[in-house]
């Protein structure tokens, strides 16, 4: 077997191969002039027979690009020919960047990402990729309790910081590794503007978040990002667009989906359906919710989650579900899910969640509790400079008009139209 000193660029059918972006032409071609069998060709670069086939005969379609680099290193191919050299390479065109880049800020300036590996950072892992993770972790964290738009501006600069050091990083595994820490930052961005009511920069984001997740061939990230733009058109008034999200994200996962990804898109799938108006596909979504968290295990929660989906989150959604029903659509909420929901520790998740049972108490006919609640509510979103739970309450005062106000009604009103963020 013959891998080194070949001039690839003399084999024109390669060059053409590569001209047309058809990459698995290119692999095969550069095999047999190697003198390899598929399966020889498999065991050196640590896939199976089976991935070499279904590589070699995906023409022009999506490539992982942690294997393109892999099966180029083993047969000493030119990086350029199989798309993973820059715009500089020999007029050769690249893998389309516009998919691996997402924007910094208000700026226009485009973030290369390259392909990450499967999976989060192993262990003990001291590369910049997984400690820039630790950072991301860290401010998502952080948000619980800290005004988004502080908390922005410093997402933004990390954001620049994984830019430059995934375009100055010498080592190509590196390199292939910050576009998943990129897709967590992007997605860490997008909920950072969705709280501040920036929805159009929330679903920039989170388009830039999938894109990223997607060149770093991590169908588990990439579903967690889908799932959470699913769960961001649900909660802003696109049920059915959150509906083919969860859709999709199942698909990435197909029959390895974990327990946690299960319980979670769900939940998302629940909220969607009572947003349409669908009290019958909520409740067997949120049955399906309730039967596999009990069959989640004990231990760390798998990445990319850094939180936990316990009995909270799941009264939590109960919470939502019944709030967005129509009431002649009723689901049953009981007092304990309001109370178990109310012990979130996330500030900005317990205002939103009051709101919610503020929601379940006017349409109870009680409107003194629903706006004794809200009021709370909403002087936690102004202390928190949060326009997600100001619109929210916003939304709960549309829904009031009985005409005879009360004082705690006056007095929401006048904090609420007093409110500029």
């Known amino acids: 077997m013959v891998t080194q000193g070949i001039d690839w660029h003399s084999h024109g059918d390669i060059k053409d191969a590569s001209r047309t972006g058809d990459y698995g032409a290119v692999i095969r071609r550069a095999r047999r002039a190697c003198g390899m069998t598929q399966s020889q060709f498999a065991e050196q670069c640590?896939?199976?027979?089976?991935a070499v086939s279904r590589l070699e005969n995906s023409q022009s379609g999506s490539y992982n690009m942690t294997t393109l680099a892999n099966a180029a290193t083993a047969l000493g191919l030119p990086f350029e020919l199989v798309g993973l050299a820059n715009h500089h390479s020999n007029g050769i065109p690249p893998v389309e960047r516009r998919e691996f880049t997402f924007l910094v800020g208000g700026l226009a300036a485009a973030v290369p990402l390259t392909p990450a590996p499967a999976a989060g950072p192993p262990d003990g892992d001291s590369?910049?990729?997984?400690?820039?993770?630790?950072?991301?972790?860290?401010y998502r964290r952080l948000d619980a309790t800290t005004v988004s738009s502080d908390l922005a501006e410093t997402i933004h600069g990390h954001l620049r910081l994984i830019q430059s050091i995934a375009q100055t990083s010498a080592d190509a595994v590196?390199?292939?590794?910050?576009?998943?820490?990129?897709?967590?930052?992007?997605?860490?961005?997008?909920?950072?503007?969705?709280?501040?009511?920036?929805?159009?920069s929330a679903r920039r984001w989170y388009g830039s978040s999938i894109k990223a997740a997607h060149a770093?061939?991590?169908?588990?990230?990439?579903?967690?990002?889908t799932g959470s733009l699913a769960s961001f058109e649900a909660d802003t008034g696109t049920p059915h667009e959150a509906l083919r999200l969860v859709g999709e994200a199942r698909h990435h996962l197909g029959k390895d989906m974990p327990v946690?990804?299960?319980?979670?898109?769900?939940?998302?799938?629940?909220?969607?359906?009572?947003?349409?108006?669908?009290?019958?596909?909520?409740?067997?979504?949120?049955?399906?919710?309730?039967?596999?968290?009990?069959?989640?295990?004990?231990?760390?929660?798998?990445?990319p989650w850094i939180f936990a989906f316990d009995e909270r989150k799941i009264a939590a959604c109960r919470v939502t579900?019944?709030?967005?029903?129509?009431?002649?659509?009723?689901?049953?909420?009981?007092?304990?899910?309001?109370?178990v929901a109310l012990r979130s520790g996330n500030d900005k998740q317990r205002a939103l969640l009051t709101i919610d049972a503020a929601t379940s108490h006017l349409r109870s006919g009680d409107a003194e509790a629903?706006?004794?609640l809200a009021s709370r509510a909403l002087g936690e979103g102004i202390r928190l400079r949060s326009g997600k739970i100001v619109e929210k309450a916003r939304r709960l005062r549309s829904t009031y008009t009985d005409s005879r106000h009360t004082t705690m009604v006056r007095e929401f009103d006048a904090h609420l139209h007093a409110t500029y963020l």
């Open 46 to 50: 640590g896939l199976t027979q089976s």
């Open 260 to 303: 946690l990804a299960t319980v979670w898109l769900s939940s998302i799938e629940a909220i969607a359906h009572a947003s349409k108006g669908d009290r019958t596909a909520c409740e067997r979504a949120l049955r399906t919710c309730d039967r596999h968290a009990s069959m989640m295990p004990a231990g760390p929660v798998v990445w």
């Open 127 to 138: 590369s910049p990729a997984a400690a820039l993770r630790v950072v991301t972790s860290s």
């Open 174 to 200: 590196q390199r292939a590794r910050m576009a998943s820490v990129g897709s967590e930052a992007a997605s860490f961005a997008a909920w950072l503007a969705w709280d501040m009511a920036d929805y159009g």
């Open 370 to 372: 629903a706006f004794t």
């Open 216 to 225: 770093s061939g991590d169908m588990l990230l990439a579903a967690y990002q």
């Open 321 to 339: 579900c019944a709030a967005r029903l129509a009431s002649t659509q009723p689901i049953r909420v009981s007092e304990k899910d309001i109370a």
